[in-house]
């Protein structure tokens, strides 16, 4: 019961907002279409290979090994970032018995996880189908994977919950957390993309992915001679093992993981939220103005809990994305390093702060409308702060990268460039926060605030990228140039155009915030 209650709300909450049916519209589009679009032709060949009465065990091994992964990876966020019972709590706790609350919350969380995961499988599914000529293929595929992705989920799910109540236990710091994380992410995603490049053949299929010695693919590869053994698969005595192994460990996982979360359900867990011994004082040059005063503030916010910036997710995954021609060609870093931490601070500088100043701010804005002439200084605050950020990345990891492969003179045009492109994207991305705020407070990397609208994040970092690449070009162009009057012209509009977007977003959200009364905050 408490699972169906909460799966109706998420419904209804979704289905009441505009914003919230587009966005979930938009992630279905996303992952049902246009990434499944992206595996086309490894999807129907991998069909044609399973259907062509000798099914490849080694891509078979390496099929069922990214089910694992992903069972892993989604059962072990779900169980280290749960949604804490809130207000309700306590009544919760003795409404119900606490094994039906452990159910129910691990049911609802189950499924709101995975959810996102099945328009990606029907259409990887239907891929296969095409290209093995009829459903028995994909329907056995999808029947063998789903032991493989429950015992992951669930031994992923256990090892959340055990981090989890670890870093309560030994009270381990936010940074700590937040830097274990992103280690776990990057390597994780450099081991993933190396190990599969090194085994896709020419034409980009799976006919050559064999695992390799320190993954278990001689279990998973013996599973699948099982699995497909009425494709004319060959199986063997230890695929056997490895399938009533998976199937011993979906029941006895979920007990184990019911059990033990009902355990931490009954016991007090200390406060996650790390104790300050007192107030520190605003360092040189913080000092100089009202507005740098209150950057200082919001960066000292974020080096309390660096979870302030849960929000720049998708920028770290894009960035890890674009990351993938350096694994293949280490040399190109610093080709493609100084455009890209140019472009990425730039990013950041909007993102951090700027995209929802109104949602942010919500509870200080009567202090800050009976006490202030103008909320302009708490937006220039925003905007000096992401500005520390971004040009961290911007030129502090950039210019080190232009100074080794290009010339001073390129190096300190695109240094400059880096200064003006922040300033367009902070003020552009107060605009979008002003005129797409996100008020409604919700739990988000085990962090409950007013995060920014997906959407229009994502938009923000699309557009950024577009327009930031067509400045690195005139960078190029306007140091090589013969003649500084083509490159004048073009940089006059491609400033005009920045200024337009950067200034017209900064006071589109000074007017919205000098315009509130006390009434509607």
Known sequence: MLARTELRCRVRDVRGSARKLLSVAFMALAFGVFFPLVLWSVGTGFGRALASGSPPLGPAGVAFGAVSVLGLYVGGASGFNQEAAGT????????????????????????????????????????????????????????????????????????????????????????????????????????SYRFVYAGLDESGGLAGVFPPAFLPGEPLQAYAGVAFAPLGADPRPLGGLV?????????????????????????????DEEQTSGSRG???????????????????????????????????????????SVFRNPGSLLTFGPPAATIAG?????????????????????????????VAVVLRGRVLAGLVLGLLLAVGVGTPLSIASTSVVSTLALAGFAVVLSLAGAGTALGIGAVLPRFERREYMSVERAHPSTI????????????????????????????????????????????????????AAVRKFDRLTLDET
């Open 243 to 271: 399938a009533v192994l998976l199937l011993a460990t979906v029941p006895l996982g979920f007990a184990a993981a019911v059990r033990w979360e009902t355990h931490l359900l009954l016991r007090e867990s200390p406060s």
């Open 346 to 374: 730039a990013t950041v500088a909007g993102a951090a702060y700027c995209m929802n100043p109104l949602g942010d701010d919500r509870d200080q804005l009567p202090l800050l409308l009976t006490s202030t002439r103008s």
């Open 88 to 191: 309700v709590g306590p009544l919760v706790r003795t409404s119900i018995s606490p094994t039906a609350m452990s159910l129910g919350r691990l049911g609802s969380e189950s499924i709101q996880a995975t959810a996102i995961g099945v328009p990606t499988a029907v259409a990887l599914l239907l891929e296969v189908a095409v290209g093995a000529g009829g459903p028995v293929t994909p329907a056995l595929l999808a029947v063998a994977s789903l032991p493989v992705f429950l015992a992951a989920f669930a031994v992923g799910r256990l090892l959340g919950d055990a981090v989890r109540h670890a870093s309560e236990v030994l009270r381990v710091s936010l940074w700590t957390k937040a830097l274990v994380f992103l280690a776990v992410t990057v390597v994780g995603y450099v081991g």
């Open 282 to 324: 605003v360092p040189w040059p913080f000092t100089a103005t009202p507005s740098a005063r209150v950057a200082w503030r919001y960066l000292l916010r974020t080096r309390r809990d660096p979870r302030m910036l849960a929000h720049l997710g998708p920028l770290l995954f894009g960035m890890l994305g674009m990351g993938a």
């Open 456 to 507: 229009a994040l994502i938009c923000y970092l699309f557009g950024g990228l577009f327009v930031g690449g067509i400045g690195v070009f005139l960078v190029a162009w306007s140091v090589d140039a013969h003649s500084p009057l083509l490159p004048a012209i073009a940089w006059t509009l491609y400033l005009a155009v920045l200024a337009l977007f950067g200034g017209g977003g900064y006071v």
